[in-house]
């Protein structure tokens, strides 16, 4: 069972974010503050849940938090700053973004740039720990979900719809077939062979 709370009596944000790994589109993060001793029976890390799971969760969540916020950096950020610092400024831009300021953020992970004025624990794993750090999980992810859904559309041969811009064999053979979209990060490595493909 999941943990309402790190340390009693303080408002906590969790804290979280998704696509990291991925090859296209943003990095997502988002900021949590749950009601202490929140329970949910669905709630656990948003990788371990099915996409219909999730979808119910980022309904109940958005509804029942004290307050939570989603925010992104985009591949031109990401290219210019590098993966880490950009996830680590999508945490920051997703807190900045909460109506009720916490008193701790538990971060999921074993580094964090420190938020001004607020303390923090990072905590490996802890989206499978803490209910706040998993709601985050599930928030970023649905919320990138969606976005990698959208921007399929718009380019329909990379898969985006199913595997989010992570580095499925579909998508590298369309990178090596058609090339990179606009959206696609260029400091990453986007095919493991060392092939021309700007």
């Not at 790190?6 to 589109?25: F, N, S, Y």
């Not at 669905?42 to 989603?70: F, G, H």
């Not at 916490?102 to 794993?125: E, M, S």
Request: proline share 6%; hydrophobic share 40%; net charge neutral.
């Amino acid at each position: 069972m999941l943990a309402s709370f790190h340390t009693k009596g303080i408002t906590e944000a969790g804290c979280d974010e998704a696509g990291r790994g991925c090859l296209a589109g943003p990095v997502v993060a988002a900021a949590v503050i749950l009601p202490s001793n929140y329970r949910h029976s669905l709630l656990n890390d948003s990788k371990k849940l099915k996409k219909a799971d999730r979808d119910l969760l980022r309904k109940d969540i958005e509804q029942d938090a004290l307050a939570w916020a989603v925010a992104e950096v985009d591949h031109l950020e990401i290219d210019r700053i590098n993966i880490l610092n950009a996830s680590f400024l999508a945490m920051h831009r997703a807190i900045e973004g909460l109506t009720l300021r916490p008193q701790c953020l538990l971060i999921d992970g074993n580094r964090f740039t420190p938020y001004p004025d607020i303390p923090h624990h990072c905590i490996i794993k802890g989206d499978g720990k803490y209910l706040s750090i998993a709601a985050a999980s599930i928030l970023a992810k649905t919320y990138r979900d969606e976005l990698m859904c959208s921007m399929a559309r718009l380019y329909p041969d990379y898969g985006w719809e199913s595997n989010a811009g992570y580095p499925t064999t579909l998508h590298r053979r369309a990178i090596a077939a058609i090339g990179p979209t606009p959206y696609h990060r260029r400091s990453f490595r986007l095919l493991p062979e060392q092939l021309e493909i700007f």
